[in-house]
């Protein structure tokens, strides 16, 4: 059988880095906007976790100080921020922690872009940014938290 290239382009570390990168934003994004229950995020391994932290912690504590001039936070705090989602996995599962991960990961970024573009209302914009994605959080932990018991429950039955 010969394969069409057109039909079936030949999978490349470009595009499956591509979509993975999407699909990341997708996840993200769902749970920036309230509409996340945590599916799809169950089948991380540790490992895959714990580079995604590590990039995380990178991204949201270094992109702010290179857009917008403000300082590098301490590394006790990027170390705090590491324990975290740590502590969220251990706790309330691995898709708890990702979600978490994502939204600090992806919404810190956008958090930047909207600082950045608001210019002098910046500081406004992101007081309000942070109690947007802090209520993203706490919508995207509680419907995940209903969702992993609806899980549990359908696989007792």
């Known amino acids: 059988a010969i394969m069409d290239p057109i039909s079936n382009p ?3 570390f470009r595009s499956a ?3 993975y990168l999407i699909a990341l934003v997708w996840h993200a994004w769902r749970a920036l ?4 229950q945590g599916d799809g995020l169950t089948s991380l391994s540790n490992r895959h976790l714990a580079l995604l932290v ?3 912690v990178l991204v949201s504590s270094l992109l702010p100080p ?3 001039g403000v300082p590098v936070p301490p590394v006790g705090a990027m170390l705090i921020t590491a324990v975290s989602i740590g502590f969220a996995r251990w706790q309330f599962g691995v898709s708890a922690a ?3 991960l994502l939204i600090m990961f992806f919404g810190d970024a956008l958090g930047v872009l909207l600082c950045w573009v608001a210019g002098e209302h910046g500081k406004q914009v992101d007081l309000a940014y942070t ?4 209520i993203a959080n706490l919508v995207f932990f509680v419907r995940n938290g209903r969702a992993q018991k609806r899980r549990a429950n359908s696989t007792e039955k």
């Open 33 to 36: 906007t309230f509409r996340h």
């Open 98 to 100: 990702t979600g978490f």
């Open 17 to 19: 880095a591509t979509g």
């Open 54 to 56: 590590v990039l995380g």
């Open 10 to 12: 030949p999978l490349t």
């Open 66 to 68: 290179l857009v917008l």
């Open 131 to 134: 109690l947007w994605a802090f």
